[in-house]
């Protein structure tokens, strides 16, 4: 059986842009597939897939990035929440989620933001994050479609988590 290819190439002839599909189910074969985990179905341009080998080359996390197209759920100001698959919760966050906490998180996208928020590991079994997201999402200016790459990280006595947009 032929592995699966890295990525599906969806440019067509009339567009200059090379745009590359990503997600849960393709498994790449790329240096940095093993760094990284895709959430959602992700379409990817060249400038996306630069920046992400360029963030995977310069920092290999013990947690692997968490990769996802952003939408009108993660994106709402009062309401919004932060949702990871129950696969990467699993293997990743578990271990950090035996009951709700709050946990740092940053992001240098625009403007620096720097707030906590409360992560829990709920009944469906997903990863959610949501008091102070909506904060987030202001701060870094996040948008419905924009991909962002979450970089969880163990700190000296706690979880903490790192938030960037790849580039557009």
Not at 67 to 78: D, V
Not at 116 to 121: A, C, L, Q, S, W
Not at 124 to 135: F, K, L, R, S
Request: aromatic fraction near 10%; charged fraction near 25%; include cysteine.
């Amino acid at each position: 059986m032929a592995a699966a290819p890295s990525y599906i190439n969806l440019s067509d002839s009339k567009s200059d842009e090379e745009t590359w599909l990503r997600d849960p189910t393709i498994y790449g074969m790329e240096f940095f597939d093993k760094h990284c985990h895709f959430g959602n179905e992700v379409e990817l341009t060249k400038a996306n897939l630069d920046h992400l080998k360029s963030q995977v080359n310069d920092y290999k996390p013990q947690i692997p990035y968490y990769l996802c197209k952003m939408g009108k759920t993660t994106n709402n100001l009062t309401r919004g929440k932060m949702t990871f698959n129950k696969e990467y919760t699993e293997e990743h966050l578990k271990n950090y989620l035996t009951v709700p906490t709050t946990i740092p998180i940053t992001s240098n996208t625009n403007a620096w933001v720097g707030t906590r928020v409360r992560i829990n590991k709920v009944a469906t079994g997903h990863a959610v994050i949501t008091t102070n997201w909506p904060d987030v999402v202001m701060g870094a200016e996040i948008k419905d479609e924009d991909i962002c790459m979450f970089c969880f990280y163990d700190g000296t006595r706690e979880l903490g988590c790192f938030v960037t947009r790849l580039s557009n």
